[in-house]
Nanobody, 126 residues
Framework: QVQLVESGGGLMQAGGSLRLSCAAS????????MGWFRQAPGKEREFVAH???????YYEDSAKGRFTIPRDNAKNTVYLQMNSLKPEDTAVYYC????????????????????WGQGAQVTVSS
């Protein structure tokens, strides 16, 4: 059973940067396809970014050019590097994992992921 633990959230001013970490245990990390989602108050959980086992990456339009999703298989960790933060980035950010090799149409769907972290709060002030 895969367990995911996020860290690195916090309060940041608009224009600043934050890096979230997601440490995985209990599985073969190098085979996992990893995603980041976020949920703002009163809104549905939405896709942010995805990195496959082969390091291919995918981003929601709102994240392109500002966020990156590197992974370090030696540390069993995936990151979400967030730059040029905006107040609308305020949300609880969730790390997720799946062994399924998803096409673009499906990797944005939270229902395709089998394992989830507990979430990390990110608050961006204007």
């Amino acid at each position: 059973q895969v367990q995911l633990v996020e860290s690195g959230g916090g309060l940041m001013q608009a224009g600043g940067s934050l890096r979230l970490s997601c440490a995985a245990s209990g599985g073969t990390f190098s085979m996992l396809n990893m995603g980041w989602f976020r949920q703002a108050p009163g809104k549905e959980r939405e896709f942010v970014a995805h990195i496959k086992y082969n390091y291919n990456t995918y981003y929601e339009d709102s994240a392109k050019g500002r966020f990156t999703i590197p992974r370090d298989n030696a540390k069993n960790t995936v990151y979400l590097q967030m730059n040029s933060l905006k107040p609308e980035d305020t949300a609880v950010y969730y790390c997720a994992a799946t062994l399924k090799r998803l096409l673009w149409e499906r990797l944005r769907a939270s229902s395709e992921y089998d394992y989830w972290g507990q979430g990390a709060q990110v608050t961006v002030s204007s």
